[in-house]
Each structure stands twice: as structure tokens, then as C-alpha cells.
């Protein structure tokens, strides 16, 4: 296989700028849109090295914190290619839509994840043979040149394309026979992109447990193939592992909140790390005061997925200032934000609505704190998630093949 089908116009494609701002995620989305058509489709399963990003947009980062949004990329790739030739990569950012409301009508899953994954870890504080197979594979020492390789790129970069973090998955899971909450809290401690939905239901997905009895494993000539010869783990993976169990779990869809609305003329804006965007919020009110919740992300303090994100806040609060013409001070503390809001003197602090997950779990803590300071917490949901959310009650196919359609309201919105 030739490392291109196509011929970028630039060698932007080929190394990522992983800066957290705003005008770098549209940059990278200008470089790949000559990409994002019959090319990504053809190409879109190669990983050809961590120099080399030409084949895919590496936009996720950027679409995690919504300092873009999926709904102006799937707009700028339509607008390039149409939805025929854009098609698979329009379901790619889908995919993310769909993970986000599949848990979020199933908060329960969540909820066994990180009971198991604390479990676990006290599992291995008692068992050191345990102890010490996930150390070596943390630290990329399995003797598996493939996942060792991709453990580094993880840990350096914090990104892997997404055809490698299935061969990770399989690996940890099925080779190494590692439980898969510690590979998916490895993971979300170094992805640049951590998402929980995406990142805990991936997992589960390659494990068998989202599609029951349905698993991914990887074979030694699809890593092969797909990452141009440069792995070949013959003779050393699990090909013919059986998929995983788990303890009867109830995964039937709940109801989504219904959206809130916001009633005052003078409101508060505080931003968080699920929704970098405010220029794009939809608000029906005057934002008078302006601020961002920072919630300490879980990784190492140094790593490349914490400096992405301290960067991304930044440039948010930049942009609350040029488009409110406000201060927008960084709070991470409950008191900070309370002493901000009852400045204000407001009745109505509107935030983006955070998915389940542990930003959620502080907006629930502040929503209750304004609420004793008579300020009403209102959670604004964008039209896009509430569009793609109720279509995750089952498999993604119910979700692709409302996409024509869905991709039409975006014209008409």
C-alpha cells in the first residue's frame, strides 16, 4: 500500500500541532478538509506512525472540549465533499455523539466502571504477579513491539489513531489478559481526547460486553498491514480468545433530562471542560459576568493531556472576554464560584450541559450550593446532542442511518 492515494496540498496534515486553542483545532480542520472525502475513506483504517497524520484529521482533542464543535465540522466537510464522499467520516464524529448518549440514558454503566475500577485497584495492590504484568505493560515493556511502541506514543503525545487503540484494547485484554477498566482508566489519564462515554464504552465494546458476545481482536497481519509493515506481532497475540462476561447489568435506555430553559434577562455564563465554545451557545439572555470551572483533570500534572487542556481553558477564557467584553476568571474551587455568582447579582447562571462523568458530578454539587444562594443552575444543551442523544437506544446503526437527515438540519438550523 502507497502511504497516500492522494495528494495533500499541504504538510500540515502530516504533523499534528497538538495546542489547545481554538484556532489551532480550525487550522487542523482546514489542513484535513481536502482529506475528508474519498481519500479518509480509503485510508482512514492505516496508521502510518505518529509523523505521519495525513490520512486522518486528528480533530478529537479539539471536538472533546468543543473548542470546535461537531456541528461546524460536519458543515465544513459537507460544504467540501457532500455527504456521499464525506460519508465515513461523518459517521466518525457521529460515533462520538453516540457514545455520549448511550451512557448518558445509561448513567448505571458508569457507575459499575468505577466500582470495578477501584475495586481492581486494591485487587492489585494484593496480588504483586498482578502488580507487576500491568506495570510492564504500562511502561511498555511486554516485549510486544507494536503495543510497547503505541504505549510510548501514548504517554508522550497522549494520542493514538483510533484503528491503534483497538489493537491496544484487544492486546491488554485478551494477550495480556489485563483487566479492561485499568486499560480504560490508563487511557482517559493520557488521551488528549479522554471523553468518558467514548473512552469507557470503546473499551467495553472491544471486550464483548456492548455488543454481548461481540468482540475485537487484533491479529498479527491486520497490524501488519494497516500500520505499513512496520508491526508484526506474529505468533505473539490471542487470536482466538473468547469475549468477556460480566454480572447481569441492566442496560436498558433511560429517559434524558428534559432541556432547561432560561427565563432571566441578565445572566451569568460559567464554562467547564466539556464545552470550550460559548460563541456558539444557545443564550437568549445578556451574559453580564463571565467564568470557568476548572476541574482538575486526572493524569499526570506534567503530561501532555494536562497541558493540552490548562492551554484550552486559557484561550476559552480569552474568548468569554472578547465576546461579553466581561472578565472571565478561572475558578477551581465551590467557594470561588459561589463568591463570583452572588457578585454577579443574578438570579440565573447558565452552563453547557455536562454529560455524566466527573464534571457532571460538580455541576450537580454547584447546582445544589447556588440553589441555597437563591441563583438558579441552568444546564443548556445544544441542539446537536439533543438531536443525536434519543437515537442511542440501541446499536449506532439506529443513529447512521437517521445521518441524511440529521445532516439536513444542520442546513436548515
Known amino acids: 500500500m502507497t502511504p ?15 495546542t489547545g486553542t481554538r484556532a489551532a483545532g480550525l487550522a487542523r480542520l482546514e ?28 480533530l478529537s482533542p479539539w471536538l472533546a472540549r468543543r473548542l470546535i464543535t461537531e456541528e461546524e465540522v460536519v458543515s465544513r466537510v459537507m460544504a467540501s465533499h457532500g455527504f456521499v464522499k464525506a460519508e465515513k467520516f461523518i459517521q466518525e464524529v457521529y460515533w462520538r455523539s453516540y457514545w455520549k448518549g448511550w451512557l448518558e440514558m445509561r448513567p448505571q454503566v458508569l457507575t459499575r466502571f468505577n466500582q470495578d475500577r477501584l475495586a481492581l485497584k486494591q485487587t492489585v495492590a494484593e ?14 515493556e511486554t516485549g510486544i513491539a507494536c503495543f510497547d511502541g503505541w504505549v510510548r506514543e501514548l504517554t508522550t503525545l497522549g494520542w493514538l489513531h483510533n484503528h491503534a487503540r483497538m489493537w491496544f484494547a484487544s492486546i491488554w485484554i485478551f494477550t495480556l489478559e489485563l483487566p479492561w477498566q485499568l486499560g480504560a482508566d490508563f487511557f482517559f489519564k493520557h488521551l488528549l481526547d479522554a471523553d468518558v462515554a467514548s473512552n469507557t464504552l470503546s ?3 472491544v471486550a464483548g460486553l456492548h455488543t454481548k ?22 505468533g505473539q497475540l490471542a487470536e482466538n480468545a473468547l469475549p468477556l462476561s460480566e454480572p447481569f447489568l441492566q442496560t436498558g435506555p433511560g429517559a434524558l433530562p428534559e432541556r432547561e ?8 455564563l460559567l464554562l467547564h471542560g466539556e ?10 439572555a445578556k451574559v453580564v459576568g463571565a467564568g470557568l470551572l476548572h476541574v482538575a483533570e486526572i493524569g499526570p500534572a506534567d503530561g501532555a493531556k494536562n497541558k493540552f487542556a490548562r492551554r484550552a481553558e486559557q484561550d476559552a ?50 447546582k445544589r450550593a447556588l440553589a441555597d444562594q437563591g441563583i438558579r443552575l441552568v444546564q443548556v444543551r445544544r441542539s446537536w446532542d439533543s438531536r443525536t442523544w434519543p437515537l442511542a437506544t440501541g446499536g449506532f446503526f439506529k443513529l447512521k442511518e437517521k445521518l441524511p437527515n440529521l445532516v439536513r438540519d444542520l442546513d436548515r438550523a
Open 4 to 18: 497516500l492515494p492522494f495528494d495533500p496540498t499541504t504538510q500540515a496534515l502530516s504533523r499534528v500541532e497538538w
Open 31 to 58: 489542513a484535513f478538509l481536502p482529506a475528508a472525502g474519498v481519500a479518509y475513506t480509503r485510508t482512514r483504517n492505516s496508521d502510518f506512525g505518529p509523523d505521519d497524520r495525513s490520512n486522518v484529521s486528528a
Open 127 to 140: 496480588d504483586p504477579a498482578l502488580a507487576q504484568r500491568l506495570a510492564r505493560a504500562k511502561a511498555g
Open 203 to 205: 473499551w467495553r465494546w
Open 213 to 234: 458476545g461481540k468482540h475485537y481482536l487484533a491479529r498479527a497481519s491486520n497490524i501488519e498491514t494497516h500500520t505499513m509493515g512496520r508491526f508484526n506481532p506474529a
Open 261 to 268: 430553559i432560561l427565563f432571566e434577562e441578565r445572566i451569568g
Open 275 to 284: 464545552d470550550l465554545h460559548p460563541e456558539s451557545l444557545p443564550l437568549s
Open 317 to 366: 477564557c480569552n474568548r468569554l472576554e472578547q465576546a461579553f467584553g466581561v472578565e472571565a476568571p478561572l475558578m477551581a474551587s465551590l467557594d470561588e464560584v459561589l463568591n463570583w455568582a452572588v457578585g454577579l447579582d443574578v438570579k440565573e447562571i447558565a452552563t453547557p450541559y455536562a454529560p455524566v462523568g466527573p464534571i457532571a458530578w460538580h455541576v450537580t454539587d454547584l
